[in-house]
């Protein structure tokens, strides 16, 4: 007999990136904040905390799409202005980077954690996130503008929006292609 899937079962596998077809509806602070206050109880090796975040509110992205479209090359504005405008606002992740590789790792790993928690806990609220990872996230003139420290790595911009169709589920591979059992 199957085993009833728990509701958080049911999110993870429900969960989808909402990369277009934002709604044009205020993404408002207090749940960007409250998002982020239960997100925050991931794992985290030695209570290091390695993360920080800035948040762009709907009502400041378009003056932040100015200013970040400018760190482009000038025949890549346009574009960039159109890409950028898709999403009613911004969640930008900022990291602690440790010289030491293990150190490295497990902050990598605890913020990799709060973020898949945010997007959880943000389907529940029915937002559309999307974690990207594109090239801006090392451009010296975007770290300048979001006062992105030495010592400190954007892990991505977190594009986010209320949305009113759900994307499609994308086929995953069965486990059993991708799990080993080790037997001595």
Known sequence: MEKTKTNLANIIRERRSVKSGYLDKEVPTEL???????ARWAPTH?????WRFIFIPTE??????ECLVKTFPRDMQENRRNYFSQPAAFLIAVM????RQKQWEENFGAI???LQN????AWEQELGVVWKTNPQIHEPRVRELLGVQPGEKIVGFIHMGFFDQQPKPKQRSPIEDKLTIFKN
Do not use: A, Y
């Open 118 to 121: 945010f997007q959880l806990l």
């Open 46 to 50: 030695g209570l290091r905390e390695p």
């Open 112 to 114: 990799s954690c709060l």
């Open 96 to 99: 602690n980077e440790d010289p």
């Open 60 to 65: 400041e992205k378009e003056q932040f799409v």
């Open 32 to 38: 960007i904040t409250g998002l982020l206050e239960d």
